[in-house]
């Protein structure tokens, strides 16, 4: 069974960020496009495949339904639901993590 990709507001906002940041400082649409294609693809694996990332540490308190991985230095934090999984966040690793719940 697969679940449904769902990218909160936020999430979609910082991966728009992370296009326009790239595009900035490469002057590339194709590197830009690059990798933006490659963190999509990483969350589509996600459809049936939920699990293969390891719990997110970064999370207080731990809760084993939210799952992070990284990805060209970009860290993707997501919740698993019953039928869902939620795009949370998009962050570059050299940034401080906010905490969240």
Not at 76 to 90: A, F, G, M, Q
């Amino acid at each position: 069974m697969e679940k449904e990709i769902i990218w909160t507001q936020t999430s979609q906002n910082q991966l728009e960020d992370v296009y326009f940041y790239l595009l900035e400082e490469t002057k590339s649409f194709e590197i830009a496009d690059k990798v933006i294609d490659a963190l999509i693809i990483s969350v589509e694996i996600l459809k049936s495949n939920w699990e293969t990332y390891e719990i997110d540490e970064m999370r207080i308190p731990t809760d084993s339904n939210y799952r992070a991985f990284e990805k060209f230095n970009y860290r993707i934090s997501y919740k698993i639901d019953l039928e869902k999984i939620y795009i949370i966040r998009v962050r570059h690793t050299s940034r401080n993590p906010k905490q969240f719940r």
